[in-house]
């Protein structure tokens, strides 16, 4: 079994402060990892994935996240944060060469002017 | 048109009638995905199509029949909903075959039974 748990559903944070959003997983393989944000009246957009090469994965628009395997995470940062980054975010997972992806249920980022 | 399109953005329809979503990808992949995100819920995967064929069914009521006539197009055919099935519905596509399968996300439709 495989699930994926973000820690807060509501993040606020500053204009120009750090933005770090927080992702657990359990998974009983090595697992790939994925961020998608989803604006409002829009699909989920890919943010950056991990596929077990580099642990530090650079995204779009400024983000990255760091794959952590003795602490089972996969949080999202950014170091300054930016009006357009309000949005909500999703961790998620699946494994190798499987199509279904474990989503967890998201975090509203709220950025304060 | 490029990536993932979904139409239409937003759908009223009554218990009794009978609708349908569509959801085109311009991507070339082979897998495609429905899917329904209720508030304050994780996304629920409905149903996995890949190279045209269901692999994936997760008990979803039979009131929700999918069609996946050729890979570059998924439909979610809706008769005799009911309110707790207003949601936005996702659709996706991939490209199988190798070890990870990246989803590209369309808009959503916006459904709401009334």
């Known amino acids: 079994a495989q699930s994926v748990t973000q820690l807060g559903s509501h993040v606020s944070v500053s204009e120009g402060a750090l933005v770090l959003l927080r992702c657990n997983y359990s998974s009983s393989v090595p697992p790939y990892l994925f961020w998608y944000v989803q604006y409002p009246n829009q699909g989920l957009q890919l943010l950056l994935k991990y596929t077990s090469a580099a642990t530090l994965v650079k995204g779009i628009n400024g983000f990255e996240a760091e794959f952590k395997k003795s602490e089972t995470s996969f949080h999202l940062t950014k170091p300054s944060a930016h009006m357009s980054d309000a949005a909500e975010y999703f961790c998620?997972?699946?494994?190798?060469?499987?199509?279904?992806?474990?989503f967890g249920t998201g975090t509203r980022l709220t950025i304060i002017p | 048109e490029t990536g993932v399109t979904q139409t239409p953005r937003h759908l009223v329809m009554g218990m009794t009638n009978k609708k349908s979503l569509k959801c085109e990808q311009h991507?070339?992949?082979?897998?495609m995905y429905w899917y329904k995100q209720s508030a304050k819920k994780p996304l629920e995967l409905m149903f996995v199509?890949?190279?045209?064929?269901?692999?994936e069914n997760n008990s979803v009521p039979s009131r929700f029949s999918p069609e996946c006539p050729n890979s570059s197009h998924l439909f979610l055919h809706l008769h005799t909903l009911q309110p707790e099935d207003s949601a936005l519905y996702l659709c996706?596509?991939?490209?199988?075959?190798?070890?990870?399968?990246?989803?590209?996300f369309g808009p959503g439709t916006r459904l709401t039974v009334t």
């Open positions: 996706a596509s991939s490209q199988g075959g190798g070890s990870v399968y990246e989803q590209y």
């Open positions: 199509y890949s190279l045209e064929e269901r692999v």
């Open positions: 991507l070339g992949h082979n897998a």
């Open positions: 998620a997972l699946s494994r190798f060469g499987n199509e279904k992806l474990t």
